[in-house]
């Protein structure tokens, strides 16, 4: 059999029912297999940052390991920031890239380049397929690796003239492999000892929590201990119900931020995620002084990575949660438990202070024009539906959605890691592939949606009913906020106007960009027009566009 029949064979093997790909003339066998395995859907993106960026959130959005397809090296290369944004979500991901034939490899031929070199450093493995007899044993490999906690993508290229090979060597059989691990029952004894021993915890929780289905636990831990729980500042998920008493918000972005949001707590719990990610600098460490530190992880790779601790367990994020809870159950004092009580009782209160604060800020932002951020977001909320799937890049409007959107767990909110914005609107084609039966929306800024404007035709082009929503202050409105803090950080003694940051002269028309990929869209100006327009636009059960005019930096 030839090399490119036990590729798609591998792919069959291993469950994979889409491709998200740009297609290019080494993938000529890839591409030419398809009609042959019609179980396996090929999603077509203009540009590869397009593509990786959706199979990512697919993969994210499915737990299932997807794959992208690329082209060479150019190909690679414009797929390359996309593949860092899903090495920091830990995106369980194979990448491939056609590769020029082999034996040219000493005459330098057009698009040729050393595809590995390139990859490597924003994947976990990167290979190439050096004949077809590797095929199969690498593609096997590639989907082990690319599964291991914690998950990431991995990179195969494949030379066409491996494809072309014929090999003895068929696809292997699916695996099945069972790693979850359970905690060291001495490591969850004395865990919850420094819990009981705690007068303030405070729980920090990651993706893993949402990803491992470690939410209700989670939830249950914190109420039997009283602990408040805040979120990372770039997430992928939502990890805890943002409705909850205990819920704080996610966390700045500095350390010193992040101490002073931890003032008065005495222990501190991480959870699935390395900690942390901070934007700016900042003296000094993240925790108050004298906390204990503790941390529950899936992967030994990330216990105790960035911070010493006091305390770290390795094991299925789940089984860890709910084993330490019933040990602080079976343990807790009758002092403890009215204690944690009283904490619950404080949360509950200091969320109630912050909804009455935010409904005051609403209040006074409700009639400036154009429409202020809590305005847009609380009329977003107010015309979708409540099953509704949030693809967030809405960058400075961020915060606010948080607030007007009640976030449950898994499924119901995606957002980008990394810091690199187009994400949105690309991966917001992976999440409606991976979740068909829910209304999904993609709210981006305009600056952001620049970047992968070309995943309105993939959507038209697959019908996906996905409302895009644009956010339209024309400008890089975060970057001015970021100058602000430069300017504070190192005072370089300038206060001229913000540089290169308006995006206007000419202004960019969203209704007429979609228009001309096949996406039906309308503009709104006025506030009370957002909501009919959102109720609208989901009704169609087809791609549509919403430009909504939004207030720039005050």
């Known amino acids: 059999m030839r090399g490119r029949r036990v590729l798609m064979e591998s792919f069959v093997a291993q469950g994979v029912r889409h491709i998200f790909g740009n297609p290019g003339t080494t993938e000529t066998p890839l591409l030419d297999s398809l009609p042959a395995y019609p179980q396996i859907d090929y999603v077509v993106a203009l540009h590869e940052g397009v593509a990786v960026s959706a199979a990512s959130f697919y993969a994210q959005a499915s737990g299932r390991v997807s794959v992208a397809n690329l082209h060479v090296a150019p190909g690679l290369g ?21 590769q020029q034939d082999t034996r040219m490899r000493l005459r330098n031929p057009v698009l040729g380049h050393d595809l590995v070199a390139m990859a490597a450093p924003v994947t976990k493995w990167s290979v190439q397929v050096e004949r077809a007899d590797e095929i199969a044993p690498i593609l096997r490999r590639a989907f082990k690796v690319a599964t291991d906690s914690p998950r990431g993508p991995v990179f195969v290229s494949l030379p066409i003239d491996a494809l072309e090979q014929e090999t003895s060597i068929g696809a292997a059989a699916p695996e099945r492999l069972w790693r979850a691990t359970a905690p060291d029952p001495k490591g969850v004894s004395d865990l919850a000892s420094m819990l009981m021993k705690s007068q303030n915890p405070l729980i920090v929780t990651g993706d893993d929590v949402a990803r491992s289905g470690a939410t209700d636990a ?26 909850h008493p205990n819920y704080r918000a996610s966390l700045p972005g500095d350390a010193a931020q992040i101490r002073k949001a931890f003032d ?218 970021n100058v602000d803090v430069w300017r504070q950080n190192f005072q370089p003694g300038t206060q001229h106007p913000y540089q290169q940051m308006d995006l206007i002269g000419p202004d960019l028309d969203f209704v007429r960009m979609a228009g001309g990929m096949g996406v039906e869209a309308v503009r709104v100006e006025k506030a009370d027009e957002i909501a009919p327009a959102l109720a609208a636009a989901v009704a169609t059960n087809r791609p549509y566009l919403v430009e909504i005019a939004i207030e720039g930096k005050r």
């Open 78 to 98: 414009n797929g390359i920031g996309a593949l860092y944004g899903a090495l920091k979500a830990n995106s369980p991901l194979v990448v491939t890239a056609g």
């Open 218 to 243: 989670l939830v249950e831990l914190a109420e039997q201990i009283g602990a408040c729980v805040w979120s990372e500042g770039l997430r992928h998920h939502a990890s805890f119900p943002t409705a």
């Open 264 to 481: 008065g707590a005495d222990l501190v719990l991480l959870l699935g995620v390395p900690f942390f990610e901070d934007i700016w600098y900042a003296a000094g460490g993240h925790f108050p002084a004298g906390a204990t530190i503790v941390q529950i992880e899936e992967s030994p790779d990330r216990l105790a990575l960035n911070h010493r601790l006091d305390a770290g367990l390795v094991g299925d994020l789940a089984t860890s949660l709910a084993a330490v809870t019933d040990a602080v159950r079976a343990g807790a004092t009758a002092e403890f438990k009215a204690a944690a009580q009283r904490r619950n009782a404080m949360h509950a209160e200091h969320r109630a202070r912050d909804k009455e604060a935010y409904r005051t800020r609403l209040e006074k932002a409700w009639n400036r024009e154009p429409s202020s951020m809590p305005r847009v977001t609380a009329e977003l909320r107010r015309g979708l539906p409540d099953n509704v799937v949030i693809v967030d890049e809405s960058i400075t409007a961020s915060l606010d959605m948080a607030r007007a959107f009640d976030y449950r767990g898994f499924g119901d909110y995606f957002g980008g890691r990394g810091g690199g914005i187009g994400q949105g609107l690309a991966g917001a084609i992976g999440v409606k592939v991976a979740m068909p039966d829910r209304p999904v929306v993609a709210v981006s800024g305009d600056g952001s949606a620049m970047y992968s404007i070309q995943a309105l035709w993939s959507a038209a082009h697959h019908k996906l009913a996905i409302v895009f929503v644009v956010l339209a202050n024309r400008e890089y409105r975060i970057l001015k906020h």
